[in-house]
């Protein structure tokens, strides 16, 4: 180990020898920030350039030593990019583009692909300033994407670049954000609204699904909403997995009380329009300047009902909580109002996912050729600007499908590589138009190695969901649109007797999983004829029938070749590369779980009929 420290010490050759301080680059702001520890040592800005496909990282750390930023996946840190820096004591600096070859080893990458903007060490900090392609030609970088980035930093006492496993961090950011919350209006005349549960006893269950119903805000004349965030309770805040609020129909017949959303009362699960939403790991949403949520109409709704999930995994008594969501409303009005569709896999029993797979697909296919008809109105092109993406534990990725006329149009949204700890609201980068009689549909990528029973569909944690929710305009009544696969032929292709939907899930407790049989199960699921669900915010319900598309690979976009080290002939791949060019940021540029056994679900979640009638349900 000492030999493999002189060689790494000998590969940092000075890169300057002015005194600390002395910076490279420009000195722009950095519009994006994150502290990437729970002690605030070590803090993140970052900020990039879309059209050149670089970005622009600053590590500031609390240590004289060395610090290191780079990019991980989700199993192993083997294999992570990591560009370390520092200064030394003679005020030299030192900088490398390097890559973990074991979790305790560094090397030095043969392509240097980042670029030193800035190095400097002062009482306190030792603070990098680097670029960095998004996707460079050596196969040691880990790619920036639109997708969840799992970012590592590390960080040394001294000038000895050596891991510590103490001091190695790594957190989960959507780093190419499009909208950033300074860019947007913010009303002068904002008025703020909480929809919270007031001293709720959280039980000691693993899960529980509190809910009660709310009004709006009664105003005088129409008001937007442009923006929400949730309100924790600082003690409770690893209990809350997500808060919703759903809209009401204004002839609906309200319970009173707070009561388990799903349980014995089905009025408690009235309401299945989703307005607004946070998740485990969201932060608060801002709108577009030319959207909102509109109050006080005629057509808009009076009530809400408002949805906390709750994770109690320790069963800790006498806990109390008054969580909630936080509203923003302006009598400024927005150009459009705006809508959530939910799209995605039925959630119920149906879904299910086979223990000790490596790779598990589920889909669900929305047709909106019956949206007029159920709307009871003509329904205009929805114009789609953001997402949110949601299963539980076992999701590894979720994409939305458009396809037109029988081919496939776009990839609407997507993360391939989903983390259940970070659910939030995400713009996209282009607005996305969606006409009658397209067909949504939305894959879902699970992995079970860690489970040995099936995974069914459900709303606890341990189970199952496959759910994207879409924020458009202009709104329209249809409130979700989901689908789920004929079960019995799916029993059948895998050699089981079933004659209807309730033997068909028994069914899949008979099959032995293997590796062929997963496969088989994907197969048989993905080619069986899909009934789809679309339901209106009035409660009303209309099923029709389909076909899941294929979906088409894509092909990674081409590389940038470095401008510092040599990449080998081999590395190239087959997208082709192009050399970088030099970037300089405007700051102001826009650029092992348990699983419910499925007795106890159907005993829980009611009888079949009952379900597909009330799958309010379906959400994280």
């Given amino acids: ?113 980042a670029e030193l903007q800035g190095l400097t060490e002062d009482a306190v900090y030792t603070t990098m300033r680097f670029s960095r392609p998004f996707r460079s030609c050596d196969p040691h970088d880990q790619d920036i994407t639109s997708d969840t980035v799992r970012v590592l930093a590390a960080y040394g006492q001294d000038d000895t670049p050596k891991l510590d496993r103490e001091h190695i ?19 002068e005349d904002t008025i703020i609204h909480d929809l919270e549960l007031t001293n709720f006893l959280i039980p000691e269950d693993d899960t529980t699904y509190a809910c009660t119903f709310l009004p709006l805000p009664i105003v005088s004349k129409k008001h937007h909403i442009h923006k929400f965030e949730p309100k924790l309770i600082s003690h409770n805040e690893t209990m809350v997995h997500h808060i919703l609020v759903y809209a009401c129909g204004n002839a609906s017949i309200l319970p009173t009380g707070t009561s388990d959303c799903y349980g014995a009362d089905p ?203 879409l924020f458009y305009y202009p709104r329209n009544n249809i409130s979700s649109c989901m689908g789920y696969p004929d079960i019995v032929s799916v029993a059948h292709e895998l050699g089981e007797e079933a004659s209807d939907s309730m033997e068909g899930m028994m069914a899949m407790n008979n099959v032995e999983w293997t590796p062929e049989n997963i496969k088989k199960a994907e197969k048989a699921c993905k080619e069986a004829q899909q009934t789809v669900i679309i339901k209106t915010i009035d409660e009303v319900v209309e099923n029709t029938t389909g076909w899941i598309p294929d979906i088409a690979p894509t092909s990674r976009g081409p590389c940038l070749e470095s401008t510092g080290g040599k990449v080998e002939p081999q590395d190239k791949t087959p997208a082709g590369f192009r050399a970088a060019t030099p970037v300089t940021l405007s700051g102001t540029s826009t650029i092992a779980p348990r699983t419910l056994p499925l007795a106890t679900l159907l005993i829980t979640q009611g009888a079949l009929s009952w379900l597909l009638v009330t799958q309010a349900r379906d959400w994280p």
């Fill in 169 to 187: 961090f790594v957190k989960s950011i959507f780093l190419l954000q499009i909208i950033h919350p300074d860019d947007l209006q913010v009303p």
């Fill in 267 to 469: 009025a408690f699960s009235l309401c299945s329009q989703v307005i607004v939403g946070w998740a485990v790991g969201g932060l608060s949403y801002q709108f577009p300047d030319d959207v909102g949520i509109s109050l006080g109409t005629p057509l808009d709704p009076q009530w809400i009902r408002l949805e906390i999930h709750y994770s109690n995994f320790h069963n800790l008594p006498g806990i109390y909580d008054s969580s909630g969501i936080r509203l923003y409303y302006s009598p400024q009005l927005r150009r459009y109002d705006m809508g959530v569709l939910q799209l995605g896999f039925f959630t119920f029993p149906i879904h299910f996912i086979p223990p000790g797979a490596q790779s598990f697909m589920s889909y669900g296919l929305c047709k909106t050729e019956k949206f007029e008809e159920i709307n009871g109105a003509p329904v205009p092109d929805i114009q789609v600007y953001g997402y949110l993406l949601h299963t539980h534990l076992a999701g590894r990725a979720l994409k939305a499908v458009q396809y037109r006329n029988g081919s496939e149009l776009r990839t609407i949204c997507k993360d391939d590589s989903y983390d259940f700890n970070l659910q939030e609201t995400r713009d996209l980068p282009a607005r996305v138009e969606i006409k009658p009689g397209d067909e949504l549909l939305v894959e879902c990528h699970y992995q079970t190695l860690d489970r040995d029973s099936l995974t069914f569909g459900g709303p606890s944690t341990i189970n199952e969901m496959c759910l994207i929710f």
């Fill in 1 to 113: 180990m000492t030999g493999v420290l002189l060689f790494q010490l000998v590969l940092f050759l000075p890169l300057a020898a002015p005194s600390q301080g002395h910076h490279h680059g420009p000195k722009s702001r950095l519009r994006y920030s994150r502290f990437l520890d729970s002690s605030n040592v070590l803090f993140l800005r970052w900020d990039f350039d879309l059209e050149a496909e670089v970005i622009t990282f600053e590590l500031k750390v609390r240590t004289a030593g060395w610090v290191g930023l780079g990019v991980t996946n989700r199993y192993t840190n083997v294999g992570a990019d990591l560009v370390v820096g520092g200064v030394l004591p003679n005020g030299n600096v030192y900088f490398s583009d390097q890559h973990l070859v074991d979790e305790d080893t560094l090397q030095e990458d043969g392509s240097q692909d």
